[in-house]
């Protein structure tokens, strides 16, 4: 099945700066890459997704990129800003498939 | 309704109880599935359903774990003779389309076996 690795565990940063996450996955055949924010007693939320036929998507202050070579992909934070601060997990799969292979996670804290 | 709904959010059980857990998946949803979320580790599937049929249960980690969506709605995710090891967050997520793609997190239950 899919190994889906994710770095770093933690990540501080100050308020403004940028923040980069980055994950490894080992099945070839997974076109599909979800990234999801968790906030404390809530269930995770999807904040940006990017398919294996492009290498880069953005949405305002959110950024993912794709190297479907090196089978990894980042998620790219400008600007934090404190409620930024959460807990991230990658994630990967054949879509259509039955299940998304998450990474462990990064808790995120934006110090003002 | 507007999300995912699970009940309850939290739930302490003896070892060896018998649980129940119950999702609400957004009305119109054919995909369902269960995730485990162990604490500081990213969720881990269990089970998957399109309407009532349970398509791939592969994730179950015991045949203590026992799903059902009878009427292609609601969920209830059983765990029969509860250990300590199934302390985590239990996790519903549904989705319109067949398949993972695009689907809607509820909050979670907290299971705890003590």
């Known amino acids: 099945g899919e190994n889906v690795e994710q770095h770093p565990s933690t990540l501080s940063v100050q308020e403004g700066d940028s923040a980069v996450i980055k994950c490894t996955y080992s099945d070839s055949a997974s076109n599909y890459f979800p990234w999801y924010k968790q906030e404390l007693g809530k269930g995770p939320q999807l904040i940006i997704d990017?398919?294996?036929?492009?290498g880069e998507k953005k949405d305002q202050r959110i950024a993912v990129t794709l190297n479907k070579t090196a089978k990894h992909f980042s998620l790219h934070i400008t600007e934090t800003q404190p409620e930024d601060s959460a807990v991230y997990f990658c994630?990967?799969?054949?879509?259509?498939?039955?299940?998304?292979?998450f990474g462990t996670g990064t808790s995120l804290t934006v110090i003002p | 309704g507007a999300g995912v709904s699970q009940s309850p959010r939290y739930k302490v059980a003896k070892r060896g109880q018998d649980v129940a857990l119950r999702c609400d998946p957004i009305?119109?949803?054919?995909?369902l599935f269960w995730y485990q979320q162990a604490l500081g580790q990213g969720p881990e599937f269990l089970t998957y359903?399109?309407?009532?049929?349970?398509?791939?249960k592969s994730g179950l980690p015991s045949d203590r774990f026992f799903a059902e969506r009878p009427e292609g709605s609601v969920s209830t995710l059983k765990i029969q003779r509860t250990q300590q090891e199934d302390s985590a967050v239990y996790l519903c997520?549904?989705?319109?389309?067949?398949?993972?793609?695009?689907?809607?997190f509820g909050s979670g239950t907290r299971l705890t076996v003590v």
């Open positions: 359903f399109q309407n009532e049929a349970q398509l791939d």
């Open positions: 009305s119109g949803h054919v995909s």
């Open positions: 990017i398919r294996s036929n492009v």
């Open positions: 997520a549904s989705s319109s389309r067949q398949g993972s793609s695009g689907y809607t």
């Open positions: 994630a990967a799969i054949v879509e259509w498939g039955n299940q998304f292979y």
